[in-house]
């Protein structure tokens, strides 16, 4: 089983940076892409962000694409979110994935605890 901690979430003002991060862990498959994902209170799930070095190919979300840039530290095994220019409507709980990538599309089979992101006026 794929395990994922993310990390790196907290409170910032509008304007701010925050670099999120994801651990990868157990069984993972070379096959698989990682990404992001994240939910506001009230509203559904958003998908912002995959890395598939299967197609080496990055995506990003209209909503968050030219503020955000994904990595992965191989060496470390963590995913990275460097997200920068945070506005109040980024504030959600940020969840790391893992799994098959497909007509720009990750499909989580494996997903993280998340990690809170506030940001405020």
């Known amino acids: 089983q794929v395990q994922l901690v993310e990390s790196g979430g907290g409170s910032v003002h509008a304007g701010g940076s925050l670099r999120l991060s994801c651990a990868v862990s157990?069984?993972?498959?070379?096959?698989?892409?990682l990404g992001w994902f994240r939910q506001a209170p009230g509203k559904e799930r958003e998908y912002i962000a995959a890395?598939?070095?299967?197609?080496?190919?990055?995506y990003y979300s209209d909503s968050m694409k030219g503020r955000i840039t994904i990595s992965m530290d191989n060496s470390k095994n963590t995913l990275f979110l460097q997200m920068n220019s945070l506005v109040p409507e980024d504030t959600a709980v940020y969840y790391c994935?893992?799994?098959?990538?497909?007509?720009?599309?990750?499909?989580?089979?494996?997903w993280g605890q998340g990690t809170r992101v506030t940001v405020s006026s």
């Open positions: 994935a893992a799994g098959p990538y497909s007509r720009e599309r990750l499909w989580g089979n494996y």
């Open positions: 157990g069984g993972f498959f070379s096959t698989y892409a």
């Open positions: 890395i598939a070095w299967q197609f080496d190919t990055t």
